[in-house]
């Protein structure tokens, strides 16, 4: 969508837009009451600020949508899209890179009691892997303030391919 279409769109159909980036309603009603943007910038600036910070009820709602790290999700939904073209960096051909994402995401599931959440979006399987295991030596505070980063990044990701100038 135009970013001239998005500004003179309904309350609505501006939210409708804005959702397949994160289900945070929150995040949603700031940008859509804040319209009209002059550009895309100040649009992509006022996103990375708004509904800050996210609450845990937030994230763990937004966190409900996504994937597993490694596993494309086959739904028709315009999120289900986004995330694939996300995780394009991840061959699920690679059995052993498959079989470690795997390990880690229940490694990571049974300590935080979530999805692993990373922007994966430019990144490699094995750079996902890195990451995961890193994280996985977190705590749930620092983890919780990185999974909140991650679901902004992949937001204003979202954001940028579905609203241009």
């Known amino acids: 969508m135009e970013l001239a279409e998005f500004n003179k769109a309904d309350r609505a159909d501006a939210s409708k837009v804005l959702r397949p980036c994160i289900d945070v309603q929150r995040w949603i009603d700031e940008i859509a009451d804040a319209r009209p943007f002059a550009t895309g910038e100040d649009l992509l600036g006022f996103a990375s600020g ?8 937030e994230v763990a709602a937004a966190l409900a949508h996504h ?6 999700p086959t739904a028709a939904s315009a999120e289900a899209a986004m995330s694939r073209s996300e995780q394009a960096g991840v ?10 994402l795997a390990a880690g995401n229940r490694a990571y599931e049974e300590k935080f009691g979530r999805v692993f959440l990373i922007r994966a979006a430019g990144r490699t399987a094995p750079e996902i892997l890195t990451a995961l ?3 996985l030596d977190n705590t749930p505070a620092q983890e919780d303030a990185i999974v909140a980063q991650q679901l902004r990044e992949i937001a204003l990701l979202r954001l940028e391919g579905v609203i241009s100038e």
């Open 50 to 57: 708004a509904a800050s910070p996210f609450t845990s009820e």
């Open 91 to 100: 061959d699920p051909a690679d059995a052993a890179i498959a079989d470690a």
């Open 67 to 72: 994937p597993r790290i490694g596993e494309r």
């Open 133 to 135: 295991n890193e994280r």
